[in-house]
């Protein structure tokens, strides 16, 4: 017989309950697709916008070596950025796919409800906690 305090399930702003591990409600979907929609086009302008600063040194140019030097670095430095940024973006495109099929928030290795706290920081994340962890052990 169960003594203790009722444990209440924590409920979102409009009073709906929100989901622990399992299932998204519809409201945590549609905050989520927003995040995820606004990222995106986040992601997007940063890479048009970064493009330029990747441009190769021209080698041509009437500056001191050491501004060269630097030139280079941060050619080096915007290409990483770039290609960190486009990596990112292919995870948020997939993560919208995943909506659009009606799977998002289910882990892609082990198939368990990746959960509403894990997908509000990282809402392109495709894995559990568990299975990221593994993952990167395994690296």
Known sequence: M???TP????????????????????TELTDLRDKLEKLRHEFETMVQSSGTQAKPVQLDEPIGRLSRMDALQQQSM????VETAR?????IN???R???DGIYGECLECEEPIGYARL??????????????????SR
């Open 98 to 100: 995943r909506i659009r």
């Open 78 to 81: 915007a290409r990483a950025n």
């Open 7 to 26: 444990v209440s399930q924590p409920s979102t702003e409009n009073g709906e309950m929100m989901s622990s591990g399992s299932e998204l409600t519809p």
């Open 87 to 91: 990596h990112r973006l292919e995870l």
């Open 120 to 137: 509000k920081a990282s809402p392109e994340s495709p894995f559990c906690v568990s299975c990221q962890g593994q993952r990167e052990k």
């Open 94 to 96: 997939a993560a919208l």
């Open 2 to 4: 169960f003594t203790g």
